[in-house]
C-alpha cells in the first residue's frame, strides 16, 4: 500500500526532471498569483482578470510571429499588450458613456481574434494550441526565472501596498479621501495582475492562466472573510491543484494545463458545499438560529 502510494503520489516528481520542473512553476505562479486573484474577486473584477488573460495575446503572438518561441520576446509583447488594453478601456470608460466592464469586454474579444490570426500567419495548430493552452510540462530555466521573479515582485509588491490594497476593496472613496495611493494603487495592481497573467500564459497559456488566479481565490472566499487567511488559504488550494493535475495528467495522459484549472474547479465546487460558509454549514446555522 505504501510503495503503491509512493508511485502513484511521489514518483513522478522524483524520476522525471520535467514534472520537477513544471511543479516548481506552477507552485511560483500559484503563490504570487493567488493572492492576487484574491484581490481581484473582493474588488468584484474577476471578469477583468479574464478579459486580461485575453489582451495579452495579440502581444505575445507578435513575439511569437517574429522570434519564434522564444520566452523574452513574447513576454515583452504580453506586457505591452495587456496595458494597452488595460489604459484603452480605462480611458474609454472614462471619456464616453460606456462603463468599463463593456469596454474591456471589446478589447478582449478584439485581442483574443488579432492574437489568433496573428498566430495563425505563421505557425501551425499545435503552435496555436501552446499559445492559448500553454505547456507546462515543457518549462525551461529561462520560463523559470521569469515566473520566479515575477512571483517575488508580487509578494514584494503586496507587502508595501498591503493596507492600501484592503482599504480600497473596502471603501476606495474614503481611501481617495484620506490618501492620494488610491489612484496610483489601483494601476500598480493592475500591473500585478498583467505581470502574473503573463508568468501564468508561459505555463497553461492566454485562455488557462487567470484560471490558477481565480479559481483558488473564490474557493478560499467560502471558508474565510479576513483577507489575509483567504490569501494563504487561496495559495493551498492552488498548491493543491497544481500538485493533483500534474499526477492526473500524468498518470491519465491527459493536457496538464486543463487538468490543473478542472482540479481548482473541483475544489471549488467542494468549497461551495462544504465551507465554513457554504451552502451545508450556511443552512446549519440557520437551522440552529430557528431552533434557538
Not at 493567488?34 to 495579440?58: E, Y
Request: proline residues 3%.
Amino acid at each position: 500500500m505504501t510503495f503503491a502510494m509512493y508511485e502513484f503520489l511521489i514518483a513522478p516528481f522524483v524520476e522525471f526532471g520535467f514534472m520537477q520542473r513544471a511543479l516548481a512553476g506552477s507552485l511560483m505562479l500559484a503563490l504570487g498569483a493567488c493572492p492576487v486573484g484574491v484581490f481581484l474577486m473582493l474588488r468584484r473584477m474577476s471578469l477583468t482578470g479574464d478579459a486580461m488573460a485575453h489582451a495579452i495575446l495579440p502581444g505575445a503572438a507578435a513575439g511569437f510571429l517574429l522570434y519564434g518561441l522564444q520566452i523574452v520576446p513574447m513576454t515583452i509583447g504580453g506586457l505591452i499588450a495587456g496595458v494597452i488594453v488595460a489604459l484603452g478601456a480605462g480611458a474609454v470608460s472614462r471619456f464616453t458613456v460606456q462603463r468599463e466592464d463593456a469596454s474591456m469586454a471589446a478589447f478582449y474579444l478584439i485581442s483574443l481574434a488579432l492574437g489568433v490570426l496573428i498566430v495563425s500567419l505563421r505557425g501551425s495548430s499545435v503552435d496555436l494550441m501552446h499559445v492559448l493552452f500553454g505547456t507546462v510540462l515543457a518549462l525551461n530555466d529561462d520560463a523559470l526565472t521569469l515566473i520566479a521573479l515575477i512571483s517575488g515582485l508580487t509578494l514584494l509588491t503586496l507587502a508595501i501596498f498591503w493596507r492600501a490594497l484592503v482599504a480600497e476593496c473596502l471603501d476606495p472613496l474614503f481611501l481617495r479621501s484620506v490618501s492620494r495611493l488610491g489612484t496610483p494603487v489601483h494601476f500598480i495592481f493592475l500591473g500585478l495582475v498583467v505581470l502574473n497573467l503573463v508568468g501564468g500564459f508561459q505555463a497553461l497559456g492566454t485562455l488557462l492562466s487567470v484560471g490558477l488566479m481565480m479559481l483558488p481565490a473564490a474557493a478560499a472566499r467560502f471558508w474565510t472573510a479576513r483577507v489575509e487567511p483567504m490569501c494563504v488559504l487561496a495559495f493551498g488550494f492552488g498548491a493543491i491543484s497544481c500538485i493533483a493535475g500534474l499526477l492526473v495528467s500524468y498518470h491519465a495522459s491527459l493536457p496538464s494545463g486543463p487538468a490543473i484549472i478542472l482540479s481548482s474547479g473541483a475544489i471549488y465546487l467542494a468549497s461551495i458545499l462544504f465551507g465554513t460558509r457554504g451552502v451545508f454549514n450556511t443552512k446549519l446555522r440557520r437551522h440552529r438560529h430557528r431552533t434557538a
